[in-house]
């Protein structure tokens, strides 16, 4: 059994603790031998380093990396008939790196984790958009409190699945366009106004804002 003592120069971010953990558990498998030993490159056959096979490796797992990328649900983002900005604000949140505190803490920053706004939960993308208690009233109040779907937001884990799950064609008092459109023009406010943090505390007023996603549902 080998011990391996690293030394490391700072802390390491949550995502490096990833890989180092990767790192170690793939050192945990080498077995050295009583003679002497030495190092081998294990892509080539006499165990020598090229460039070559280190490229090819990489291009190997870029590859891999471009298949689990294109499972990116581009219907509900880029198909969508949203301003380009738009689109890549929800291209973040699918891909769930809006710099909401949780994510801003996965890269090191120093931030409170508590949601500013309701200062209960941490902040995370599902927390903030579907499962605030003020994004839910502001939800409840355009797609109606009764509403099967109004039911479904507890359940959906991500944006991602509430997006996919939205259904479709819906009759007053939105068109099928804008009752398409409308999941996101709801997101959409509700990140406007917690970077405005003008939520705080406050009773928000819901009238208010749902006045503000209607008009900007962009049509
Ligand atoms: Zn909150």
Known sequence: MIVWDMDLRRTMYEWEQ?????????LGQVQLEEDANRLQWKWEKKGVFTVKTMYDQLRLRELTLEVSTSRFPCQIVWKKPLPLKIKLFFW??????????DNLITKGK????ICSMCKVSNETIPHLFL????SLELWAYLIGHNS???????????V?????AWPAGQSQPFSELLWKLLPYAIIWIIWKHRNEG???????NL????????GVLWY
């Open 160 to 164: 991602m699945e509430w997006l996919l």
């Open 148 to 158: 099967s779907l109004y039911a479904n937001i507890f359940t959906a884990d991500t």
């Open 207 to 214: 009238r208010g804002m749902a006045n503000e996603v209607k």
């Open 198 to 204: 003008i939520f705080k505390d406050k009773e928000i």
């Open 131 to 134: 499962h605030y208690s003020k």
């Open 18 to 26: 990833i890989q180092f953990d990767e790192m170690v558990s793939c």
């Open 110 to 113: 120093i931030v409170f984790p």
């Open 92 to 101: 973040t949140v699918i891909l769930g790196r809006t710099q909401t505190v």
